[in-house]
């Protein structure tokens, strides 16, 4: 075997062992390092660089829709949370609490941030006075703290990146437009940016988000069939409003409480596209985030290199004039095979290669990351060749990704259906559910398996219970999940 092939042996297969295969790839590509603190990772250049990528994709989409960015401490008092009760039984085994600073003991516990419905809530009372201030548009960009259990980078740590929404409105209409508008927001990023279909729909009650009217998802599908709760939207009513008195006159000069939002995504996403669309050759990263998009690669024999690397270094200017995250790897240590592996393995969407032969010919070949297929273009066609290319790779990928869940969902009438999918195959299961909080209980004790939420567009709609047997309420999908 040659040295070329033997270059992804450290990689588990996906069908061998799916979590090993995760973080071998994660590992072996570079993404990240355990930190010395329990359940925290350091955040390497290139999965740095694509939650960049995603922050500045997201924070434009932000503003179109007329919010603003602002910063929140990142300790919050105790007395915070008491004012929401629903919210702090939520939060509270997750929470890490600061008891002593300077060597003195704090006279009020602190939180370290797990989300800021409570911070954003106690100064929106303090700037919100009348209907003029509505509506309040806010989102930050922060690290937040949850001191989990279990752990998984990327995934779930104890710290990680994230954005949250907070935003005020005069009336419930108000909000819920809010509300549905940025779900909207994360499913075309999610699919249309990310390349990774999603199914959105509502969060059951006893799955929705601590201290929320109704939570609402978007449900994403990995390779080992396993579900990724990829982003939330919450219309919290007035129970924030209530709780820290965020008030405001209205045209009639009545003191009304405020309808509020929250909405979130995170680094978990970086884990999610990662599992969505990784192979046993390692990453498969989606162009449009993908910190590198193109690799170019010179090859032949030393005695035609220098007219070679100049020809390569002369296309690479005019690729990254037009915008393309492009480099160059013209290392004389290692052979072309080793790069064409070592690239593959870290996802790179493209690899261009230009040996002496292309050279006289006028010709280069350009290789897709996701079908693997060599074209061969002229070199004064480059430029369009490869931004053409970027589009059919993130279509071929969103196909694909589409078509492996579409392939690995069912529709279930008994549990003891499900059980035999979940035994067979994996993927999630439309059923029908009572709208009973201990039907779905059961669901999750006898099968692993919980509500990801109640789609807004089931491809079936079931009539009869999983659990009970007795007329469904709703539709639901259930899975296994992350």
């Known amino acids: 075997m040659s ?28 993404l990240m390092s ?15 660089e694509i939650w960049e990528n995603i922050q500045k994709e997201m924070d434009s989409r932000f503003k179109e829709t007329g919010h603003r960015n602002a910063y929140f401490p990142l300790f919050i008092p105790e007395s915070f ?15 890490p609490w600061v008891t002593e600073a300077a060597g003195e003991k704090l006279e009020e516990r602190l939180a370290v941030r797990p989300t800021s419905e409570t911070m954003f809530g106690h100064m929106y009372a303090e700037w919100i006075n009348s209907y003029r201030d509505l509506p ?27 954005q949250e929404g907070h935003t005020a409105h005069e009336d419930e209409a108000d909000a819920r437009r809010e509300t549905m508008q940025m779900l909207e927001i994360y499913r075309d990023f999610a699919e249309n940016f990310l390349a990774m279909p999603v199914i959105t729909g509502q969060k059951t009650p006893s799955e929705k988000f601590a201290g929320a009217v109704d939570t609402y998802s978007i449900e994403a599908m990995m390779k080992d069939g396993k579900a990724v709760q990829a982003g939330t939207s919450h219309y919290l009513g007035t129970n924030f409003a209530v ?6 006159l209205d045209r009639d000069n009545q003191h009304q409480f405020c309808h509020t939002t929250s909405w979130g995504t995170s680094t978990r996403l970086i884990g999610a596209l990662i599992m969505v669309h990784g192979d046993d050759r ?26 070679v690397v100049a020809k390569v270094n002369e296309l690479y200017a005019e690729l990254k004039k037009a915008g393309v995250r492009v480099k160059v790897d013209d290392r004389e240590g290692q052979s072309p095979g080793w790069k064409f592996n070592e690239y593959e393995m870290r996802g790179v969407p493209i690899r261009v290669e230009l040996g002496p032969r292309d050279l006289e010919a006028g010709q280069m070949v350009l290789v897709s990351r996701v079908s693997g297929e060599k ?45 035999a999918f979940l035994d067979e195959k994996r993927g999630f299961a439309y059923a029908g559910w009572c709208g009973s909080a201990d039907c779905e209980a059961k669901v999750k004790e006898e099968t692993g398996a919980t509500s990801r939420n109640i789609p ?12 009970c047997g007795q007329e469904a309420k709703h539709t639901v999908v259930f899975g296994r999940a992350y």
Not at 243 to 248: E, L, Q, R, W
Request: net charge neutral; aromatic share 12%; charged share 30%.
């Open 3 to 30: 040295k070329e092939k033997q270059f992804v042996k450290e990689i588990t297969p996906q069908s061998e062992d799916f979590s090993r295969w995760y973080i071998d790839v994660i590992k072996k590509a570079d």
């Open 34 to 48: 355990y930190a010395p603190v329990r359940g925290c990772i350091v955040f390497k250049p290139d999965s740095y």
């Open 81 to 95: 949370f008491q004012k929401e009760k629903e919210h702090v039984e939520g939060f509270n085994p997750e929470l």
């Open 136 to 162: 309040l548009l806010i989102n930050q960009w922060a690290n937040v703290v949850r001191w989990e259990k279990r752990t998984q980078p990327f995934l779930r740590t104890s710290e990680f990146l994230w």
């Open 243 to 248: 709780a820290f008195d965020i008030k405001y």
């Open 282 to 307: 390692g990453l498969v990263l989606p162009p449009k985030v993908a910190p590198t998009q193109v690799i170019m690669i010179p090859i032949g024999p030393p005695k035609t290199r220098e007219p």
């Open 375 to 419: 074209k061969v273009i002229r070199q004064e066609d480059f430029v369009q060749e490869v931004q053409t290319m970027l589009e059919e790779i993130h279509t071929a990928m969103l196909e694909k990704a589409r078509q492996f869940r579409d392939e690995h969902m069912t529709d279930v009438d008994t549990m003891d259906q499900f059980k």
């Open 456 to 467: 807004f567009q089931p491809a079936v709609t079931k009539t009869t219970c999983i659990c």
